[in-house]
């Protein structure tokens, strides 16, 4: 079992930034692809960004590409999301997830699941 734990969700103006975290516990971090996704009203949740095991893998989605950086530091058991040029479509609950293989992007691939924490972004 590993228990993810997310934090840094806040309102902000459109423009502004926020860096997210995701503590884990419960086994080998490092043995874990991890991915932030979100989910807005009535959509569907969706990637936003993927990070490897070893971190030198990355992926995003198109709409935050250049905006948004996945890092982790495997010895703190810990993955952020930095969130630049924030824009009011932004707006969702962000969760944090792992999945049991090097790589991961795809929603079902992911085993684990944080609670979320909102994200509002104000125009």
């Known amino acids: 079992q590993v228990q993810l734990v997310e934090s840094g969700g806040e309102l902000v103006p459109a423009g502004g930034s926020l860096r997210l975290s995701c503590a884990a516990s419960?086994?080998?971090?490092?043995?874990?692809?991890m991915g932030w996704f979100r989910q807005a009203p009535g959509r569907e949740r969706e990637v936003v960004a993927a990070?490897?095991?070893?971190?030198?893998?990355?992926y995003y989605t198109d709409s935050v590409k250049g905006r948004f950086t996945i890092s982790r530091v495997n010895a703190k058991n810990t993955v952020y999301l930095q969130m630049n040029s924030l824009k009011p479509d932004d707006t969702a609950v962000y969760y944090c997830a792992a999945a049991a293989a090097y790589w991961a992007i795809l929603k079902h691939e992911y085993d684990y699941w944080g609670q979320g924490t909102q994200v509002t972004v104000s125009s």
């Open positions: 990070i490897s095991g070893s971190g030198r893998l990355t």
């Open positions: 419960g086994r080998t971090f490092s043995d874990y692809a």
